[in-house]
């Protein structure tokens, strides 16, 4: 069965250009989660949806950030205008609603460069 | 300003010999913790998770010790093995809640 989908696995963009990051969550879970990871700070959660709703995206860096979660198959993330700073790895992670904390699925990441 | 924290970016230890990876949280409000860890080129995943009822946690060879007065956990793996060479992070959260807060994490080299 297949696990957390993410595209594209590497990104390399140029500063001011928007960047677009896909998910496939797990079929049948409801949640869903974006995360970032850099050295600095580790694992970020930056937003989190239930049932396609946005719930807290109080991890949002600023407002270049945006995330959409149209149908309960597909998630994106958008940057826009990206930055050098917004190089990291970015995760996606689903799980059932109410579920145990540990049933966050992650996919392989994507990692980005902006130069 | 961080509330899960991991002060060692690396461990390096003897295959066979004990790794103790440690972690610090400022949120005393947190009662639930977890670790995960991750693979090059892999997502995190789920390790052990120990609820703030427990002082300790234990599966196969790994365990979880929780100091709740320290504000303070670590992860004990016996004996080590090279398959354990991976990155690990601590998170921690509210018990039914799926906001996770993780640490920076700590990268653990098992030498041969």
């Known amino acids: 069965d297949a696990g957390v989908i993410q595209s594209p696995r590497h990104e390399v963009t140029e500063m001011g250009q928007e960047v677009t990051l896909r998910c496939k969550p797990i079929?049948?879970?409801?949640?869903l989660f974006w995360y970032r990871q850099t050295m600095m700070r580790g694992l970020e959660l930056l937003i989190y949806?239930?049932?396609?709703?946005?719930?807290?995206d109080s991890g949002m860096p600023e407002d270049r950030f945006s995330a959409k979660m149209p149908n309960a198959s597909f998630s994106t993330l958008k940057i826009q205008p990206s930055e050098p700073r917004d190089s990291a790895v970015y995760f996606c992670?689903?799980?059932?609603?109410?579920?145990?904390?540990?049933?966050?699925?992650f996919g392989p990441g994507t990692r980005l460069l902006v130069l | 300003d961080q509330q899960v924290k991991q002060n060692s970016p690396s461990l390096s230890v003897q295959e066979g010999r004990i790794s103790i990876l440690n972690c610090d949280y400022t949120?005393?409000?947190?009662?639930?913790f977890l670790w995960y860890k991750k693979y090059p080129a892999e997502g995190p995943t789920f390790l052990i998770s120990?609820?703030?009822?427990?002082d300790k946690n234990e599966d196969g060879r790994f365990t979880v010790f929780l100091n709740k007065s320290a504000k303070h956990l670590s992860l004990h793996i016996v004996p080590s093995q090279p398959g354990d060479s991976a990155v690990y992070f601590c998170?921690?959260?509210?018990?039914?809640?799926?906001?996770?807060?993780f640490g920076q994490g700590t990268r653990l080299t098992i030498n041969p």
């Open positions: 992670a689903s799980s059932f609603p109410q579920a145990l904390q540990e049933t966050q699925y």
């Open positions: 079929s049948g879970h409801n949640s």
């Open positions: 949806f239930n049932n396609n709703v946005p719930i807290d």
């Open positions: 949120n005393s409000m947190f009662d639930y």
């Open positions: 120990i609820s703030s009822i427990k």
């Open positions: 998170a921690a959260t509210l018990q039914g809640a799926q906001k996770l807060v």
